[in-house]
C-alpha cells in the first residue's frame, strides 16, 4: 500500500487489549501509524489532542460507549470531520453491522459512520474499508 508522504495515522479504539495489539499489528504492517484509547472518554482527548485521519471505534466499552463517544465527536466542529470505522460484534438479527449505523446516529442528524465492520475481522475486508475510507469520505460502506 503506497500512503505518499504522509503516513495516516488511525486512532483504534477498543477496550480488548488482544484486539487493540491485532489493530495496530495489521495497521503498522500496511503503512499506517496508529495510536489508541480503551474507552471514549480516552478517544475524545486523543481525537482532540492527535487529530488522527480515522477512528476504528468499538460500540461497547467503558465509561463512555462507542454510541456516545460516535455524537460527542460529530457535535464538535473541531473534529467532527474525522472519518469512522465502526468496528463491533454487536449486530442486528440478520449480523448487519449497518442499522448500527443508523442507531448511533439517532434522532439528532448526525452523519453515518463511514464505515462499519462486523467482529471477527476479515483481515482483507478490513483493510479494504480503512483504504477505502481514507481515499474519500462518503455514506457508510458495509462489509
Known sequence: MDNGNTTKRILIMDDEPDIVTYFETLL????YATLSAEDGIEGLEKARNEKPDLITLDISMPKKSGVRFYRELKSD??????PVIIVTAVTDDAGDP???????QGSESLPAPQGCVSKPIDRDNFLAVIEKTLASTGSCQVS
Do not use: H, Q, V
Request: net charge negative; aromatic share 6%.
Open 77 to 82: 466542529p473541531e473534529i467532527s470531520s474525522i
Open 28 to 31: 503498522n504492517d500496511n503503512g
Open 98 to 104: 449497518y442499522s448500527l449505523g443508523e442507531l448511533i
